[in-house]
């Protein structure tokens, strides 16, 4: 993957424009952001609900670090459209969150909407991250066929997961 920006990976200096083998951002970003968003999670539903400014602050300091990385390693242009996206997506977002609180007995009308920004933040920097993983595992970013193969995928596959979590969620 080519870097919008400089970046230092294990001691190691990237300048802007070199190209990063992929097994070295995502894998570490996947976890990171697991363990982050996860605690998110547990801060905003959990049965010990902390208090709104530290959810924010927890939240907002890392979801502002992991956009900073985003701009760094895919560029501006593309963290825009994560956000672009991301408001269009808000539906579907909400029925995986709405389907994850079931599971823990819960439902997301349980919580005002102040609550949900930063598992939302989260869930969207995370989709973002997993779809970028995808294409450049499959190496579609300079492949336009290749590309557009794997973005089909990765929409079915969202809109599957969405359509998915809402039945679930129900069931539940």
Known sequence: MKLHGAITISGRNYAQGADVPWYFIYPFFMFHMLMFGGSGFFMAYGDTH???PFL????????TVYTMF??????LDDV???FINAGLSLLAIYTQ????????GKKI?????SVHV???LYYILYTFLLR?????IARAHDDENRKQAVEYSYIALSLAASLASYYLERAH
């Open 50 to 52: 902390a208090p709104l």
């Open 56 to 63: 924010y602050m927890h939240g907002g300091i890392a979801i």
């Open 70 to 75: 985003y701009i760094v390693i895919f560029g």
């Open 80 to 82: 825009k459209w994560m």
């Open 97 to 104: 969150v709405s389907w994850l609180l079931s599971l823990f």
């Open 109 to 113: 009308g349980d919580y005002p909407f």
């Open 118 to 120: 930063v598992p939302f």
């Open 132 to 136: 970028h993983a995808l294409l450049d």
